[in-house]
């Protein structure tokens, strides 16, 4: 997220934000729906995502984690630290204010005992790293509740499934799963302040298509079964749950009808409403009493109750398109309802309230309550007036907890991470130690490798100067993706924001410059447009659009040098028919290789005079790779990104002449999508790729692939860079920010490994 859009207008601020907003017009991707990048990479050619495939991949993931090999290469964290990332959810120890969770989106769920200050990831080892809610049980605070998979419907980032609820009974140390695995994302999770063994669990179900395994469920016995007792219908699920603390068998519930397609995204319907419950939740009723109608256009729903004064309720509202629709309250405990004084809220979701739908009230204090939107409002007096009290924070907010000893101490969670007030909102002091930090690509610097680079989601593309895991900062604003370090000298950098915003810096880094001269404004262009650097002259430097561009100057100037390599642009609302990667040979800089979301790879061997399609023998899917060998430019690797669905496939395949033939060398590792593979330039047999559970290696050039080293956090890796002087390998985590790993030289290897 840009830091300056606070100062923007509301419509522009829409354009630039974190939040994927395209900053150029394009239809099939308007400023008020979620860019489909990463959704649409794991999806193509079917148009949704096989969760049960994922599934299976996180369970044999884990099972491969279990394998014993060189304890001597270890993983460390490169950081940042002090960049933060996405939090999705909030929960403070109800006797100790010291003791925060904070749940980010794809990078687990993190504890601090003492405010903030330091913070231990809880689960890096589990079976998935995206965390959607975190209660604490009141009455036994030792007893942890997660809700696996973001309910958020993701921005331009993904966001992805969970596993069910997991519990923990020592504060976060130890973990076991409890169910509702089919229920895919967790928005909110009640723990009956009378009861411990009776738990709510607010479920959206599959974000990617229809199922049943949606709504509210209960346990009455600490989570060892669960009953659901809200449903709705298979495109909607329930987003909110509250808790009447005077009278447990009082509860409200938000229901929200969401289905998102490649080509179809409704955020809205029917379905949508709130709904009561006085019998514990045996019965439900929708609530009317002043609330908005039933209507195609109902939008996320948010809701709030006052601890001190039950009888106060609050509910915010989001139309289908993400426009604010209101904030309401009811003063008898949510039979009737008004809206409150809430003009100044108008432009509190921008345009995409889908992506915020929650409100705050203070436990000791029903009239003061907190909106999270793109900025945070308060209102002292129950809604009367509104504040902004966001300034000085990252925007986006998704998560707030307010202490009951306190109700002065705020924890608030949003794209920036998280921050604590002393003094209600009025003033915020951000907390770093936060490795969460969602990166799309990672950069090392030749010169000087212990500069590292890397392009992030909500928080641009940064850098350190030093490797220190704490002092990394913003070079270049928007949402960050590739990021190019020239390595003959360090003054020219290549940075682009998204659809191929490209950018250069001719002093380091310091300022940037638009560098698109020469290239066609009309090209389709992906949300993560490729740029390659010759390795053997690399003043000259690529571009793809749906077709590829050359500068021989360092990007002061373009030619096209080829033709549209795509299947075109497609049919539907979406851009399709884009160039996703790009690479030219070591070897020959004549041999340049190209890869489309559509399944398409084309090589030209003079310089793009002539290309050829040499993709026809490969699995139709988003090609993420195309990675030549170091010492042939007939040889070429390519990783795709996808599923297997019903039809075996490797998502890693190598060709000896040129893609006349190809050979599947991904059929060992979990059916997950590659995202990026290197061949070690020191041992040509030796490969690396990064997936969405982990690095994984091979020594017998795709015979045999075991997880690379220790310590790296099982989660997404979007991006990997070899530094072939120092021998150091990093690897861009979607959400847990940057980690590098010694490889030591290629003689020292140690090829031994066994089941342990």
């Not at 915010?316 to 949510?334: L, Q």
Request: proline residues 5%; contains cysteine.
């Amino acid at each position: 997220m840009l830091r300056s859009t606070r100062i923007l207008p509301p419509l522009l601020l829409a354009l630039v934000c974190g939040c994927a907003k395209n900053p150029a017009p394009r239809s099939e991707e308007s400023g008020k729906r979620p860019n489909q990048y990463l959704f649409r990479m794991r999806a193509h050619p079917k148009g949704m995502m096989d969760h049960r495939a994922m599934a299976r991949a996180i369970v044999e993931a884990n099972a491969h984690s279990k394998i014993a090999y060189d304890d001597r290469r270890r993983w460390g964290l490169v950081g940042p630290t002090n960049i933060g990332g996405r939090i999705t959810d909030i929960a403070l120890h109800p006797q100790d204010p010291d003791i925060i969770y904070a749940a980010a989106a794809n990078g687990g769920l993190l504890r601090s005992n003492d405010g903030g200050s330091n913070w231990t990831p809880l689960h890096d080892k589990f079976a998935t790293l995206a965390a959607g809610s975190v209660a604490v049980d009141p009455l036994n605070p030792e007893t942890i509740w997660l809700g696996t998979g973001e309910v958020n419907p993701g921005g331009g980032s993904a966001t992805f499934p969970g596993v069910g609820i997991l519990k923990s009974t020592d504060g976060g140390d130890h973990w076991a799963i409890k169910g509702l695995e089919d229920t895919r994302h967790i928005g909110r999770i009640v723990v009956d302040p009378t009861d411990s063994d009776r738990v709510f669990a607010a479920t959206m179900g599959a974000l990617y298509s229809t199922n049943t395994e949606r709504g509210l469920y209960r346990s009455i016995d600490g989570g060892e079964s669960w009953t659901q007792v809200l449903s709705v219908n298979d495109s909607t699920g329930c987003i909110d749950v509250v808790i009447d603390p005077e009278d447990p068998d009082h509860l409200l519930a938000a229901t929200w009808e969401r289905i998102r397609r490649p080509d179809r995204r409704r955020f809205g319907g029917f379905g949508s409403g709130v709904y009561s419950s006085f019998d514990g939740g045996d019965s439900w009723s929708l609530v009317a009493g002043g609330l908005p109608p039933s209507a195609a256009d109902l939008g996320r729903i948010g809701l709030a109750i006052a601890a001190s004064d039950s009888r106060i309720v609050y509910a915010i509202y989001a139309d289908e398109v993400g426009y604010f629709d209101g904030v309401y309250k009811s003063n008898d405990g949510g039979v009737n309802w008004a809206r409150v004084n809430d003009s100044a809220l108008d432009w509190v979701y921008s345009s995409y309230g889908w992506w915020f739908g929650n409100i705050r009230v203070s436990p000791s204090d029903p009239d003061r309550v907190f909106v999270l939107g793109l900025d945070l409002y308060r209102s002292t007096n129950g809604g009367d007036s509104w504040g902004n009290v966001g300034w000085g924070v990252h925007v986006d907010h998704h998560g707030m907890a307010i202490s009951a000893l306190d109700p002065n101490r705020l924890v608030l969670g949003n794209d920036g991470g998280v921050y604590t007030s002393s003094n209600g909102g009025s003033n915020w002091s951000k907390k770093t130690n936060l490795p969460i930090t969602q990166f799309y690509s990672c950069e090392i610097d030749a010169s000087n490798p212990h500069r590292f680079y890397g392009g992030t989601q909500d928080n641009g593309t940064n850098r350190t100067y030093t490797g220190g895991v704490d002092d990394w900062s913003e070079i270049l604003g928007g949402d960050g993706f590739y990021v190019l370090v020239d390595p003959s000298n360090a003054n020219y950098v290549y940075a682009e924001w998204q659809w191929g915003n490209l950018n250069r810096s001719t002093n380091g880094g310091s300022t940037f410059s638009w560098a698109k001269n020469g290239i066609n404004g009309s090209d389709r262009q992906n949300w993560n447009a490729p740029v390659a650097l010759d390795p053997s002259t690399p003043t000259t430097v690529y571009f793809g659009t749906h077709r590829v561009y050359r500068s021989t100057n360092r990007a002061a100037n373009w030619s096209a040098i080829s033709g549209d390599l795509s299947d075109g642009p497609g049919t539907g609302n979406l851009t399709y028919g884009t160039l996703t990667t790009l690479a030219v040979s070591p070897v020959d800089g004549n041999y340049i290789y190209a890869g489309t979301d559509d399944g398409n790879v084309a090589i030209t061997r003079n310089g793009g005079g002539s290309w050829t399609q040499v993709g026809n023998d490969l699995p139709d899917r988003w090609v993420t790779r195309v990675s030549p060998g170091p010492n042939d430019p007939e040889v070429l690797y390519v990783s795709l990104s996808g599923f297997k669905w019903d039809q075996a496939m490797s998502h890693v395949y190598r060709t000896t002449d040129g893609g006349t033939s190809w050979v599947s060398i991904g059929d060992a590792l979990p059916d997950v999508s590659v995202n990026d593979i290197i061949v070690d330039p020191d041992d040509s047999g030796v490969l690396y790729v990064a997936t969405d559970v982990g690095v994984y290696t091979s020594e017998m050039g795709g015979i045999g692939w075991r997880p690379l080293g220790r310590g790296l956090p099982m989660g997404v890796v979007m991006d990997l860079k070899l530094d072939v002087g120092s021998r150091k390998l990093a690897a861009a985590t979607f959400g847990r920010s940057m980690w590098s790993i010694d490889l030591g030289p290629a003689s020292e290897r140690d090829y031994e490994w066994s089941l342990r």
